[in-house]
């Protein structure tokens, strides 16, 4: 379980069924087994070499994400699982990405971005003006929604401290619903 608060900017290091990114925030009481959010993806520590960690990530996981797409150099927002008693800065995150849609506009505004992102079809439904969603990791919130596309408010410290500060026009982001309307939605369709 996440919250959608990036503790920091990471960079991947080796990419593949064997991912590895160095991170010294998330990395500094990591083990083998602990969870950590890699651009939204929930990962397993398989292992920490000084500020490395590697994790394995299985094909269903390439394919429902973007993480097949990424090479070593790339920023990646990273956030280790939350500690229960803790606070919930975000929202409840899985880190169970549920598909992918790409930034499609960009508004810069005086110190924040307005940025609209392609919703794919399946996602719809979970999606509300002012409710939650979280993109690459990130949660934010829902300023309105179209037929196929959303829009979020980017703060500066969102620019600053995310890969959504440096992501342009047609660049792939990992897309997370609320998981509450997806219970929701199946409770009432029982």
């Avoid at 973007?66 to 956030?79: F, I, M, Q, W």
């Avoid at 939350?82 to 919930?88: E, N, P, Q, T």
């Avoid at 979970?126 to 939650?132: M, Q, R």
């Amino acid at each position: 379980m996440f919250t959608g608060i990036v503790e920091e900017l990471g960079e991947v290091v080796a990419a593949g069924e064997r991912l590895a990114v160095r991170g010294k925030v998330v990395t500094a009481d990591a083990r083998h087994g602990d969870s950590i959010a890699v651009n939204g993806v929930c990962l397993t520590v398989v292992s920490v070499d000084g500020d490395v960690f590697t994790a394995d990530v299985m094909p269903e996981t390439l394919r429902r994400s973007s993480l097949g797409a990424l090479r070593p150099g790339h920023p990646v927002n990273l956030e280790r699982a939350a500690r229960v008693g803790g606070r919930l800065g975000g929202h409840i995150v899985q880190g169970h990405v549920d598909d992918v849609g790409s930034i499609v506009d960009r508004q810069p505004g005086g110190q924040w971005d307005l940025v609209r992102f392609a919703l794919p079809e399946g996602l719809r439904r979970y999606v509300v003006e002012k409710g939650s969603i979280t993109v690459d990791g990130v949660s934010l919130t829902v300023v309105d929604v179209t037929d196929g596309t959303f829009s979020v408010g980017l703060i500066p410290t969102t620019l600053s401290l995310t890969t959504l500060g440096h992501k342009g026009l047609g660049d792939p982001v990992n897309l997370e619903v609320d998981v509450i309307a997806k219970y929701v939605e199946r409770l009432v369709n029982r």
